[in-house]
Structure formats: structure tokens, C-alpha cells
């Protein structure tokens, strides 16, 4: 989607590999409000450092990020190559150094050739255009086998509003405040205490509740730039009607984006979600959604479309989770195949197996504890995921 | 190892599976002592349930054990199966039915086959001899593809103390405060309370510090039985030199069981001993070394012997201990691979890659941020390990 304002380029700068898009960069002709939330690992890459401190001081206006090298564990070199790297951005650009935002994917413990960033530069500031996007996603790829955005529309007060977002992420995925990485632009009119806000909401109902392999990245980030130019009187306000729109829309793509992630999970060939309903509180359903969804007993047993609810039942089990072990239902979608705690049958096991062999379906866990739900989207484990991470760097 | 006084016999069943061993019985010709320690898990199976009711009352003289399935999430029905077995071994031994433990390993959720347990009694109780606990170790293997064993001797107050133990467990160990079975038989002259403080804390040691799928099972069970006719004064008191020996030689014998069943985990290639040192606490240690030892990706970076190092520091990074990044050191077995967070170079990865191709080694995490230390056992995850679990009913 085209949002008046936003320009992207991507190169092939040669980080890692020769010939493919690396190098990505998103402009904003004005500086844009800016909001970013980022991985809680204790280990933090040097770009998430940077744009930590940058996002402390305002706006921002551009966007540099590279794949291939993720810049984290590079020491304080690799905290001077990223600030160079925006330097070189914002001299190119000429604009103020503090408005560039940074982001890397791609191996740990490797310092991002900055020679090669260097020379890319001018090729990457002249070829801006506002239907590049699409080149930007494909440069944040690594194991992604598709690129992955997402856009949507609303109306505030009577002005069309869009947002653009794009993402990538296929491994190390489970995000704790945040992915791997996604962008989003918009052209709402919002003040940056508010979208901070939404963004931490939207991103607590989406990047973080998915899970391909239990690993939490050091470079996860979300960042939303809004330039503010659609019309819309400027949005102040947490929790008004408007607002609520807005943040309606930014969920609801954050959440989009989630799924294109697990879906290219590493290895994956299933999209499952894990929904677990009247448990005795929200922290429950989601603890209990995301055991189930991250054992690796689970999801081999997805792969091997075996509907083995003893291996789901075992992870509830250990989640930490409030229920009895004689209430629990479990469907797989809409087929009911352990009631109160016990198998229905060889008749319930058939057609729970029948819905397996789907690329997407729900298991739904029932607590009979509470009132709260939550879900959780995973993948599942295949021999796929081991050859591509016995692999990843050779 | 023959203690005198315990008896042992298996034999096939078909509980599950024709002609193989499935059904084990240990005897002791005296009522024991007796202490164990069971799965955390939520959801525990029949056995398991009995077990701790049976435990309250006092010793234990039988363990009756079956492989092929769990009896776990199988309700009243299974409860009231789990009962009748035991009195059904009671009856053919001619014993009190409390004192009878029963254990089961395999398929959760289906019932346990009562009518085959029961023709195969008179065959076992007629098969017991002192020399049959290899029979038993096999008979409770499931995925396993070797039996475990082990025994130690020590001397207590001048008398010689025979410790003898058997276990199984291959996939679903993430054992929290038990693994999937484990029994041990003694002579040592000791009572209740001190067995089972002495368990306890040689559990902590050994089974709660091995995983291999991170995943905990509904039948984990520990079981020892002291028949006391080593000879040893009585142990009565938790801390004086003869309970410590005791402790010691038990510590050592579990360790050692739970190390085999670690080396022999669903598709091990490879024994890895993850040990961080200089933590702020034991907690601290132990929690940074079991995030590491479950991480998928760093244990297929293992089957793939790549010394990935940073997905290393990134699993340390979401673990919840307390370090600095600048600060970590890395090192596999003697091999200094990553100093103060930054990588030493080609010539250090090449070396700690010789490392990864031995079938056992150490990482050892320098957090320098205390005095403690803590040691997890964890197996390499491969594409065996897939292709078992995504089969295993089957």
C-alpha cells in the first residue's frame, strides 16, 4: 500500500551473501511520530540499543536495516558501526543523525561490514520510491521463504486513514514484547504517548502470542512511524472512540503479520492455534497455550498429524495452570475428543485426525476453571526445522 | 548387582506389544522402607496417585511395573485398574495389598488391560530370583534402546551398604522433582523420614537437572526400598557422617542413571553438559543452564556440531538470570570460544568445533555476576527425534 509521504529502496549491499536484497531503507519526507517496542532479552543487539535511546529523544524519519548480520554480542564496535551506519543514512538523506532508526537480522556475534554499507549508500538514497515496499520486505528476509506485509484502512473522524506494515521472521521466534522485525507507516494524525500505547497493546495480542521454537531473539523490534498527515484531528487520547479505531486497525494488522510469521515458520507445515478457554485468569489461559504450543512433544505430533492429546494434556499439566485434571475438555476445531479429562473414543480419534491433515486448524483446551480465554499460534516441529538449524550458518 | 533379600521377574504380556518384555515385579521378602518422589506435573497418572496415597501409610514389600501404557488421564476406571493389579500381585505373593507400589510408562489415555496383567501374575511371581533385575530394567523400557543400571557400595559404620537402581525415560524428561521411573533397591539399615530426605535431595541432584524434550511426564516416579539387612546401625539423623556417606552413594547412583538416560534420549547423538558458573544464585544458575539445555535451537546447532554460540547467549539472554552481556565468557570444554561477549575469532571457532564432534562435552557460561554454579544434562535434538515422536503411536 502507497501512504503519501513514505519512500523505500532496497540493494544488494553483499553483508553475507552475494546478490540478494540486504539493505533496506524507509523515508519519511517529514519527521514522523515514532513509537518502536523491543525484545526483553537480557542480550540486546547493538541497533535495539540504539534506537532504544533514539526513540527516547522523539521522532524519527528514517529507517536503515540490513539482514544477514543481526549486529548483537559485536561489543563496542558493533554499537559504533550502527551509529556510523545511520550517520552515513542521515548525511545521505541530510537530515539530523537522531531521526534514523536502525534494525539487523541474521547471524549472532558477527560485526556488520560497514565498508559495505558504506558503499551501498548512494544507490540506496536514489532509489526511493513510494512503491518499494514490497523490496524492503524481501531484503529484511532470512530463512523466510515469503515476504510478509499486511495493510488496512479506517476511518477517524471522517479521514481515511491507512497503515502499511511488513515483517520477517521464521526461527528464534518467540517474542517477548516484540519479533523479530516489523515495520509499520501510517499516516494517522496521533501524538506519540498515545501510539506508544496502542503499540504495546497491539503487539501484546499479536507478536506475542505466536511461537515457532520457544527462542526469544536479541533483536526483536517493532517500530511505527506515523507521518500525520491524513486529515485526521490529532489523536491525544488513550481511550476514546476514535482512538479505539485506531487501535483496532494497528492490532488487527500487528496480528496479520504474527500469523504470515508462524505460517513461514522454520520448517513448518502447519498454522495450529491454541486456544484455551475458562481458565481462572488471562495469565492462565495464555501460560497454559503457550506450553502446550511450544512443546516439542506437541508439535512433532502435529507433524506427524497424530492426534496424541495425552502429549497436549501432559504440557497443561505442567504449565503451571489451575484446573482439575478430571474437567478438561479438548476439541480440534469443532471435533470433541477428550471430555472431562478421558478419550472419546476410536470415532472422535478418526475425525480429530481428519483435521490434522488441514494446514490450519484450532485445539481448543477447556479449563472449566474461570471465565478468562487466550490464544497462542505456533507451528509445527519438523524434520525440516532440524535440517534448516543444524545448518543455518555453514 | 544381588542384594540379598530382593527378588526380581518379567515377562511379555502384550499389554501393548507382542513378545516382548512389559510387565516387571520387584520383591523385597521383607516389608521395606520406602520413599518416593513423583511427577509435579498437574495431571498425574493412576500409579502415580497410589503410589503417594500408599507411601503415607508406611513401607512397600512389591513394586509391580508395566510398559505399553501410562494409565494416565484414564479416570476412575483406571484408578480402580491400578488397585486391582496391585491386589492381584498381593494375593499371588501372599502379602498385604498396601504394600504393593505399581508404576506405568507409555501411551497416555488409554486403559491399562487388566485381563492380561492378571494371567501373567502367576508366571512372574513363579520367575522371581535375585539375579532378574536386568529382565526388569528391559521390561520398562519404552523408547529407550538400552536398559539402565547401575549400583554402588559403601561402608556405614563398618558395615558394607549395597545400592542397586534401574530406570528408563527417553523422551517427555523434563523430570520436576522426579523422572519417568526410577526404582532403587538397598540393604542399608535406615528409617522412613531420612530415606526420603536423602531422596529428595539426590533427586534434586540428578533426575531434576536432565532434560531432553523439556517436556514433564504425568508418570515420573522414584521409588526406593531399603530393606535394612546391610548391618548399619540404624540411620535416624539427617546430617551425622554415616547418613552423609549414604546420601552420597545414593546421589551418585541417581546421577548416574540420569545421565544414561540423557545419553540415551529420543535421538541423541550427542551427552552435553551445560554448566554456568559465577551466578548470583543456584536459582540463577540452574535456570540459565536449563533455558539453554531446552533451547531447540541451540540443541539442533549441537546434532548440526555448528558452535553457535550466540544462539547460546540468546537462550542466557531470555533465561531470567541476572548478568551483563559485556561481561560473559564461553567456553566449550577447555576451549575459551567466547570472552567478555565478543567472539575470539576463527582459530578459537574451529577449535570448539573439533569439540562439538565428541559424543560428550561441557559449555560452560562464565556470568561473573556471583559464586554459584549449577550443572543441566541435555541431549542434542535431531531429525531422529522427529521421526520417532511423529510416529509413536503409530
Known sequence: MIIKGFTYAAVAAGIRKKDRL???????EKPAVAAGVFTTNRV???PVLLDMERLELGGAQALLVNSGVANACTGKIGMQVARTCTDLAAAALNID????????????GEQLPLEKVAAAMDELVAGLSSSGYDEVA??????????KTAARTCSIAGSKVKLFGMAKGAGMIMPDMATMLCFVMTDANINADILQQHLAGAVKLSFNRITVDGDTSTNDTVLVLANCTSGNPEITAFDTEESNVFSAALTDLLKDLALQIVADGEGATKLVTIKV???????????????????????????????????IIAALGRSGATFEQHSVDIFFDDVLLVQDGLALGAAA????????????FTVTVDLKAGQTAGEIYTSDLSIEYIKINADYRS
Chains 1, 2 share one sequence.
Open 22 to 28: 540486504d539493505l533496506g531503507l524507509i523515508f519519511s
Open 44 to 46: 540486546k543487539a547493538a
Open 97 to 108: 543523525g537522531n531521526l534514523v532508526q536502525i534494525a539487523s537480522t541474521g547471524v549472532i
Open 138 to 147: 524481501r531484503a529484511i528476509m532470512t530463512t523466510d521463504t515469503v515476504p
Open 277 to 311: 478457554i475458562n481458565a481462572a485468569s488471562e495469565g492462565d489461559a495464555v501460560q497454559a497455550a503457550r506450553t502446550i504450543a511450544n512443546s516439542a512433544l506437541v508439535k512433532t505430533a502435529f507433524f506427524g498429524e497424530d492426534a496424541n492429546w495425552g502429549r
Open 349 to 360: 480419534e478418526a475425525q480429530a485426525t481428519e483435521v490434522l491433515k488441514h494446514k490450519a
